[in-house]
């Protein structure tokens, strides 16, 4: 069974930063692209930031462009968001979702964690 652990996230004051981490266990053959999500509360999820397969091209929303990175360890089943210059308005769950094939005769499907919790205080 494949299972996303997040981690890293606590309470920090405004222009704080932290580290979280998307560690990934269970058969993996294969690693595909991986995904940051958040949710604040009283608000719809979002889409945060993303890297691709290749661990090449990544994405960001306009919202914390410049101020999160994703990143992967080489073998490519612990992911990672730096976030930096936190402002309240990032208050939320952050869920990572990370693309496994567990075997080569299996499809790339999509894997959930259930994510860490963000405060940034004024």
């Known amino acids: 069974q494949v299972v996303l652990i997040e981690s890293g996230g606590g309470a920090v004051h405004a222009g704080g930063s932290l580290r979280l981490s998307c560690a990934t266990s269970?058969?993996?053959?294969?690693?595909?692209?991986l995904f940051w999500y958040r949710r604040a509360p009283g608000k719809e999820r979002e889409f945060v930031a993303s890297i691709d397969y290749k661990n090449q091209i990544t994405d960001y929303a306009d919202s914390v462009k410049g101020r999160f990175t994703v990143l992967r360890d080489d073998p490519l089943v612990t992911g990672y968001l730096h976030l930096y210059n936190l402002k309240p308005e990032d208050t939320a769950t952050y869920s990572c979702?990370?693309?496994?094939?567990?075997?080569?005769?299996?499809?790339?499907?999509?894997?959930w964690g259930q994510g860490t919790q963000v405060t940034v205080s004024s």
């Open positions: 979702n990370q693309e496994v094939a567990t075997s080569e005769s299996d499809s790339y499907r999509k894997y």
């Open positions: 269970g058969p993996i053959w294969s690693a595909g692209g």
